[in-house]
């Protein structure tokens, strides 16, 4: 949040009262001062510092393009660690800039600011959220890590501020820091936080939108009321300086980490800057992590990549990346090391050679390290060091868990006996009660020992995490244009680190294998191909089903169950067949009809028969499921036309589907919770082949009715299979017959059909028979049967013969009665389409089935009668 308006530049300040004080004069140090000059170094100053060159000491930050609202920072090469030491900060000019409107109406901070302190060496040089550091600010408040403690009224900027830091080894008082205006004293001595005491502190400043001045002497610009040394005159003993070696040729480093997504590039970064503080990140990440500890409010936290995450502050600079250009541009022109972190452009040719040229001064050494391969030794010891800590740290925390609970357990145990030996009127002050304190009366554990195994420390090198290097959307785009950098490109040296330029650039082949076959293909658009394919095929279910739809009718349902019946009676009266012969000739006609791939007009197979007069609404869905995910992987290969990728990954089948059919594939309206079920059930047209959704039915077989015979070839095994007792046989879904609708199409629609089982009158269940049920008696006796059939015939009433024979026959007449009653009803109500159409498939199929199921049983009492 923002801070009280303070007092405009150069305005008075508060008055407030003189505190009393505390310091003492210092007493003569004979001991050697520093001699090396107090200053900022490049490497420990933010970015959007300037520092002037011909006056030591005078801070400017930029305050353009989005750069107003971040923080700069400074801090000195020269740190304290005893004694007591002062350094003084003077606004020059305090930059009122206008308030930035966001997206989201919060404010953003531009107001001018200043922070004057101390922090740890090695961190970024912002002072107030972290407890790396201590400090004040003009509004008068004390700050370190989150706490904000009010110290004194708000100082405005004009003045000089001076900051004493007491570290002298003294019983008589603790170790503090103290905040003083023009030589008086504003606040009083604040006690050093321990986590900071027996550390090296260096002078550190923080500001927003003003231009300063330090001053570290040796003199000072306003004496204090007490004797005390500015820093720049403190003794070799009480500071520690920070060296870091300039670069022998005057050429500073520019470092390109090449990385594998994915493969510990963010960790490995860590791990450098840490053991080479002279680095400066380049990247989005460190841009965010500035800009949050600036004050910018951001709304979503580990979104995006690591690569580029989501600032989201409603600052149109800040979240397009304006910001982070603006300051490679003015990185361009510092002399210091740069790590330019970009996971995605250092693979991306163009873009890194477009990064190289933001850095062709001649005092820069541009290097491309190629991390790809087993990672360096060192690298690995630090990565197991600190895994094995966290694991010990883990271990340790569980097992004072433990002993903490079982010494409450002995200690519950123990005030249970007391009360029952008071309940059974014993002595409660037991003797070895009292002296047996349980404080660790637990029994002995030793402290646990952990260590890495060998999957545990594969694992820990490229640790998975919920934030992706690069997004998934982008990788998938830009990983066709991923390759090694050549020192044509404009690099000074590309260094392979981690493996040899030959295993390295296998490795990255691998990888770019790999993701071709799984990545998501996110633009991809049906082609031409695709849309005629599909077009023929609604053609062709059209024909089909008005084909099904005339073989429903009332009419020619009992003249088939006429002919049917007729024909049977003939075979087993007229013919007078053996028991083996008329076996063999039912063998011989179950062979025929079982070859459904010779059939060569699935219009007709035979006296106008369709072959898929048998399917029901189940059938037609498996059917139509058949073909979609045939035409789907064929037009995939097609469309995306690249070698090696000859099918998807079945956890992008739902996402390709809905891109090709504009429909969601859901699992649960085939009976089945996941698409590798549906995948299973179609092993004869779809199979998943080295983790890739591949079509067994080639693109080049333009005609549809392949899909018919497939699934009339399977729906005749799942027959078989039933028939021999296996339930598991039926599919796992049943379609319920849509409502009256004729403008919509049987297949393509946008929503998935209702699957449940369709209520059914009582008088219409099937009777519990089963293929393989012994026949009932009066039709164990294949003369009579014949007698009664022939009687039947010759007095031209089949279907008497039939309710005679047969209680299945005479369900199957009922069932069409009861069809031809609701037809009829239908036709005086004005919708007798619902009935007579494509509408009314489940019921027309579910009495075919009845039928089918007669013929077989009458076949069977043939064969097992005359046995």
Known sequence: GGYPDAAPPHAHPFEQEDLHETFEDEVQDERARISRPITFIPEDTTLNILQSTSTPGLLAPLAEGGLQCLVGGARANVGQKAGRYAFEVKVLNAIQQPPITTANARPVLTKPMLRIGFSLGGVMPIMGDYEDSICFDLEGHFLWGKQRTHACQPLGYDGIFTVVLDLTIDIRRLSSISLFKNGKRVTSPQTIPDALKGQVLYPTVCFRNMDIYTNFGPQSFAPLSFTCRMLQAASEEDVEVIQYQPPSDGKYEVLFPVFIPNRGSFEWLDWFLTRNPQYTELSERMVIEWATRSGVWRSTVGTGSKDRPEMSSGVACLDDGSVKTILQSAAALQKRN??????????????????????????????????????????????????????????????????????????????????????????????????????????????????????????????????????????????????????????????????PPDVAQIELQQWLTMMKRTSLVENL?????????????????????????????????????????????????????????????????????????????????????????????????????????????????????????????????????????????????????????????????????????????????????????????????????????DENARLPFVVRPPAPDLGRPAFGNTKPPVMHPPPMPPHMEPPPHHPQQIPPPHLLNPSAAAATAASAIAGNSPVAWAQQASPQLQQALRLQQLQQQQAAAATATGSAQHWGGQNNMYAMAQQAMLIQQQMAYIQQMRSMGTG
Not at 372 to 388: C, D, H, M, N, R
Not at 678 to 700: R, W, Y
């Open 525 to 725: 658009q049906p082609s031409q191909w695709f849309k005629e394919r599909l077009e023929s095929w609604k053609k062709d279910v059209t024909t089909w089903q008005a084909k099904f739809a005339e073989r429903q009718e009332p009419a020619k349902r009992v003249a088939r169950m006429q002919k049917t019946v007729e024909g049977l009676a003939k075979v087993g009266v007229e013919q007078q067949l053996s028991p083996e012969e008329d076996l063999k000739s039912l063998q011989e006609l179950a062979q025929q009809e079982s070859d459904v791939f010779s059939v060569e007009d699935i219009l007709n197979v035979g006296e106008n028969e369709p072959l898929f007069a048998d399917f029901t609404m189940e059938d037609w869905a498996m059917t139509g499921l058949r073909f979609e995910l045939s035409l789907l992987a064929n037009s995939f290969k097609r469309d995306v036309n690249e070698e090696g990728r000859d099918g998807f990954p079945i956890e992008h089948l739902q996402f390709y589907y809905n891109k090709y059919f504009h429909k969601a594939l859901v699992p649960r309206a085939f009976g089945v919770e996941r698409v590798e079920d549906i995948v299973s059930m179609l092993t004869d047209t779809v199979v998943v082949h080295d983790g890739l959704v591949e079509s067994l039915v080639p693109e080049t077989i333009e005609d549809n009715d392949i899909f018919v015979k497939l699934a009339e070839e399977s729906r005749r095994e799942r027959l078989e299979r039933y028939d021999m007792g």
């Open 338 to 499: 740069f790590v330019v972190m970009e996971v995605k452009s250092n693979l991306v040719k163009d873009e890194r050679v477009q990064n190289l040229r933001q850095f062709c001064r001649p005092h820069y050494r541009r290097i491309a390290k190629v991390m790809i391969g087993e990672p360096s030794e060192a690298y690995k010891q630090s990565v197991f060091s600190e895994t094995l800590r966290l694991k010990q740290e883990k271990a340790q925390s569980e097992w004072k868990s433990r002993r903490l609970e079982r010494a409450r357990q002995r200690l519950l145990d123990e005030h249970q006996r007391q009360v029952d030996r008071m309940r059974l009127g014993e002595n409660a002050f037991d003797e070895n009660a009292q002296d047996g304190s349980f404080q660790g009366a637990v029994e002995d554990e030793p402290e646990p020992e952990v260590f890495l195994t060998e999957e545990e420390k594969e694992a820990c090198l490229y640790r998975s995490s919920t934030t992706p290097d690069v997004a998934t959307s982008v990788l998938n785009v830009a990983y066709k244009t991923f390759s090694i950098p050549g020192e044509t490109e404009g690099f000074e040296s590309v260094v392979y680190d981690w493996a």
